[in-house]
């Protein structure tokens, strides 16, 4: 008869486990409709590399070596910039996650940066902002609204993002643009040679459960994440991400995301140790994720690791972007990005839940 250790280390190995990255597969397609509108599309290595492909042509084609920033941004946002030797000012946004722009400064041979932030920032007060400012560039960063048929709409020059954590691909930087055009180098990278490997071992542990092979993928991931910090240069996606991004059903996963943010989100009002940040969607707004603010950000993070649920702390920001804006730091030292992506079902919602509401009251 088993012991009772071998019975909790086979619950252990057959969790649910929700939030990681994850490989996906799809069929040859075309470019996506929401992107065929644009003269300049370009799939690269990741986010990162957009932001240094902007900054370089900036620099190369207008001279601009400002770039303003909005306070809640991790250094991935800007650090292309900072790299070519930019000035980065943060600004401030307010608690509906919509930017702060001061008219008394001047932003005449600037670069204003822009997030649409979960889908909540209201695309029609960036747009108005960038209407009456056409002495700045003005860059959106759509990493949470790639799929967002709305923010396509927006009068700017430049739209930039990842979309590896919204697909699963080993590479996924994106940049669109009627206005300028950027350059990629196509050869090889320790980046995307170090992600193929952790996917690999990844579908490995799916179907064994082998701790060993899980903490074998998660440091590829994480040493491909360092490379970045050597490996400078812009460059393209790899062609089998390509191929799975020009070929997703792009309904399913709307419709996804939307039915397991709202389940998730009907939930989470019974806990009153959990603030959801976007309690409601706007209208055409596809979900990247479901932020939440907690009293004790890094024992909880851990606690929902422990039990399977992946939660990342998305934005340890600037200290000098702690100065601009109280509440960009509040959501930095507070907040927690719980998944709702296409994986998962509505049922799936429960599970998340029922581990969170353990994490936050035991």
Same mark, same amino acid.
């Given at each position: 008869?088993?012991?009772?250790?071998?019975?909790?280390?086979?619950?252990?190995?057959?969790?649910?486990?929700?939030?990681?990255?994850?490989?996906?597969?799809?069929?040859?397609?075309?470019?996506?409709?929401?992107?065929?509108?644009?003269?300049?599309?370009?799939?690269?290595?990741?986010?990162?590399?957009?932001?240094?492909?902007?900054?370089?042509?900036?620099?190369?084609?207008?001279?601009?070596?400002?770039?303003?920033?909005?306070?809640?941004?991790?250094?991935?946002?800007?650090?292309?910039?900072?790299?070519?030797?930019?000035?980065?000012?943060?600004?401030?946004?307010?608690?509906?996650?919509?930017?702060?722009?001061?008219?008394?400064?001047?932003?005449?041979?600037?670069?204003?940066?822009?997030?649409?932030?979960?889908?909540?920032?209201?695309?029609?007060?960036?747009?108005?902002?960038?209407?009456?400012?056409?002495?700045?560039?003005?860059?959106?960063?759509?990493?949470?609204?790639?799929?967002?048929?709305?923010?396509?709409?927006?009068?700017?020059?430049?739209?930039?993002?990842?979309?590896?954590?919204?697909?699963?691909?080993?590479?996924?930087?994106?940049?669109?643009?009627?206005?300028?055009?950027?350059?990629?180098?196509?050869?090889?990278?320790?980046?995307?040679?170090?992600? /193929?490997?952790?996917? $690999? *071992?990844?579908?490995?542990?799916?179907?064994?459960?082998?701790?060993?092979?899980? !903490? +074998?993928?998660? &440091?590829?991931?994480?040493?491909?994440?360092?490379?970045?910090?050597?490996?400078?240069?812009?460059?393209?996606?790899?062609?089998?991400?390509?191929?799975?991004?020009?070929?997703?059903?792009?309904?399913?996963?709307?419709?996804?995301?939307?039915?397991?943010?709202?389940?998730?989100?009907?939930?989470?009002?019974?806990?009153?140790?959990?603030?959801?940040?976007?309690?409601?969607?706007?209208?055409?707004?596809?979900?990247?994720?479901?932020?939440?603010?907690?009293?004790?950000?890094? /024992?909880?993070?851990? $606690? *929902?690791?422990?039990?399977?649920?992946?939660?990342?702390?998305?934005?340890?920001? !600037? +200290?000098?972007? &702690?100065?601009?804006?109280?509440?960009?730091?509040?959501?930095?030292?507070?907040?927690?990005?719980?998944?709702?992506?296409?994986?998962?079902?509505?049922?799936?919602?429960?599970?998340?839940?029922?581990?969170?509401?353990?994490?936050?009251?035991?």
């Amino acid at each position: 008869m088993p012991s009772k250790n071998r019975k909790a280390t086979a619950r252990v190995m057959t969790m649910r486990e929700f939030g990681s990255e994850f490989d996906y597969v799809g069929d040859d397609g075309a470019i996506q409709s929401i992107w065929n509108g644009f003269s300049t599309f370009k799939l690269l290595r990741c986010g990162r590399d957009a932001v240094s492909g902007t900054a370089i042509a900036m620099l190369k084609e207008r001279g601009i070596k400002t770039v303003w920033v909005p306070a809640l941004s991790c250094i991935s946002m800007y650090g292309g910039f900072m790299l070519e030797g930019f000035k980065v000012n943060f600004y401030p946004i307010d608690e509906s996650f919509n930017p702060l722009l001061d008219e008394k400064n001047d932003y005449k041979n600037s670069v204003v940066l822009f997030m649409l932030y979960y889908g909540v920032t209201d695309i029609n007060q960036v747009g108005g902002f960038i209407k009456n400012h056409k002495e700045c560039v003005s860059i959106v960063d759509i990493t949470h609204a790639v799929w967002n048929e709305d923010a396509y709409c927006l009068p700017a020059d430049a739209f930039i993002g990842s979309i590896r954590k919204s697909v699963g691909v080993v590479n996924g930087g994106i940049f669109l643009s009627n206005k300028f055009s950027i350059e990629a180098k196509s050869v090889s990278n320790k980046f995307t040679q170090l992600r /193929e490997g952790a996917f $690999k *071992l990844k579908n490995i542990y799916n179907n064994t459960r082998d701790e060993n092979i899980k !903490n +074998e993928y998660r &440091k590829m991931f994480s040493d491909a994440e360092l490379s970045l910090n050597n490996d400078t240069g812009v460059f393209s996606a790899d062609n089998k991400s390509i191929r799975t991004v020009l070929s997703l059903n792009t309904e399913e996963i709307k419709r996804k995301r939307t039915l397991n943010f709202n389940k998730l989100s009907a939930l989470l009002h019974g806990l009153s140790s959990v603030r959801p940040l976007c309690g409601k969607l706007q209208k055409n707004v596809i979900p990247f994720s479901l932020p939440v603010l907690v009293s004790n950000q890094s /024992e909880v993070q851990l $606690k *929902l690791a422990k039990q399977g649920v992946y939660a990342p702390v998305l934005w340890p920001i !600037n +200290e000098n972007a &702690k100065k601009v804006c109280k509440f960009s730091e509040k959501v930095s030292e507070n907040m927690l990005s719980l998944p709702i992506d296409q994986r998962y079902s509505p049922d799936d919602m429960d599970l998340i839940y029922e581990r969170l509401k353990q994490a936050v009251y035991d």
